[in-house]
């Protein structure tokens, strides 16, 4: 058990450029999740999978955002002409079935410049 | 709707004190109730998690929580607080759809030597 990997750590990109992100949740978890965190509050839910299943999505923030987790294993999540506003720790959390508590990863940082 | 209210956005401690971190939270049901604690540019850690039964959870790195209902709390408390706890501590309870998280603002947490 690894934990939840993500990729890139930190990505710097001009305005109005497309970034993806990439998560990688703990093997045997079939549930994934990804918030935003700006600075000073706490994670926001932005989306949920469940295998390869996106089940809710109408918390993306816009139509720039996107979601995909192709084949119920890692997840990508896009963000198209970025803009100022969207400089924040994007995080990602798994989990198996049941009620148990969501694992996060160390997050990707996006600076928009 | 569900929501989390940590009151406190700040607070210091001296190293060795007890420390008490405070958490209410608004849900229709009985709640599960989680703590996060996230380092500087790091993902959220789990704490300590409240499902059912004891009201007094035990988490790790010495941490406890109380689940008082009466009161919509859930108190995060250390007897005696290490300079490696310095930290931003989360408060967080099931969301609408019941899969994702409702995070807190979060409290930032200083420890003097």
């Known amino acids: 058990d690894t934990g939840v990997s993500q990729d890139p750590r930190h990505k710097i990109t001009k305005r109005g450029q497309n970034v993806t992100f990439r998560c990688d949740p703990i093997?045997?978890?079939?549930?994934l999740y990804w918030y935003r965190q700006t600075l000073g509050q706490g994670p926001e839910f932005l989306t949920y999978f469940q295998n390869e299943a996106q089940l809710e999505k109408s918390r993306l923030l816009s139509d720039r955002f996107s979601a995909e987790r192709p084949k119920g294993s890692f997840s990508t999540l896009e963000i198209q002409r970025t803009e100022q506003g969207d400089s924040a720790m994007y995080l990602c959390?798994?989990?198996?079935?049941?009620?148990?508590?969501?694992?996060f990863g160390d997050g990707t940082r996006l600076s928009i410049l | 709707a569900q929501s989390v209210t940590q009151p406190d956005i700040h607070i210091t401690v001296s190293e060795g004190a007890s420390l008490e971190l405070r958490c209410n939270y608004s849900y229709g049901a009985t709640p599960y109730l989680f703590w996060y604690v996230q380092s500087p540019g790091q993902g959220l850690q789990l704490l300590l998690k409240?499902?059912?039964?004891?009201?007094l959870v035990q988490g790790i790195k010495g941490f406890e929580a109380e689940f008082k209902r009466s009161q919509s709390s859930f108190n995060l408390r250390k007897p005696s607080v290490h300079w490696s706890d310095a930290a931003e501590y989360f408060c967080a309870v099931p969301g609408a759809g019941s899969y994702q998280l409702t995070f807190g603002k979060g409290t930032k947490l200083s420890v003097i030597p």
């Open positions: 409240y499902f059912s039964g004891d009201t």
């Open positions: 093997s045997e978890h079939n549930r």
């Open positions: 959390a798994s989990t198996g079935t049941g009620n148990q508590p969501q694992h």
